[in-house]
């Protein structure tokens, strides 16, 4: 399984982006996908992600600012990223937790993509 990211990049605080992450390979069953985020000199944490019964869960820090989505038919899960504040600025990592067409269980990353909050 692969995850290819997209959509980060530099924007003033108050100002908005949207994360997009796109899953392919031998996938059978998405169980749950979404997206973490390490900002410097902190430990990686989850920021908000979706399971396969349609539940989210966030972040307190981020509950009301950033909203979770799938699109079950294209494997990709999107993040839209309202009000950034700076101490959103971190490298955002996507993440897929699903089984494989062999029944394999994976857990996959993506190679990170850096979102900076600055004016």
Do not use: H
């Not at 799938?70 to 955002?92: G, W």
């Amino acid at each position: 399984v692969q995850l290819v990211e997209s959509g980060g990049g530099l924007v003033q605080p108050g100002g908005s982006l949207r994360l997009s992450c796109a899953a392919s390979g031998n996938i059978f069953r998405i169980n749950t996908m979404g997206w973490y985020r390490q900002a410097p000199g902190k430990e990686r944490e989850l920021v908000a992600v979706g399971s396969s019964g349609g539940s989210t869960n966030y972040v307190d820090s981020v509950k009301g600012r950033f909203t979770v989505s799938r699109d079950n038919a294209k494997n990709t899960v999107y993040m839209q990223m309202n009000s950034l504040k700076p101490e959103d600025t971190a490298v955002y990592y996507c993440y897929f937790n699903g089984r494989t067409w062999t029944g394999a269980l994976l857990e996959v990353w993506g190679q990170g993509t850096l979102v900076t909050v600055s004016s």
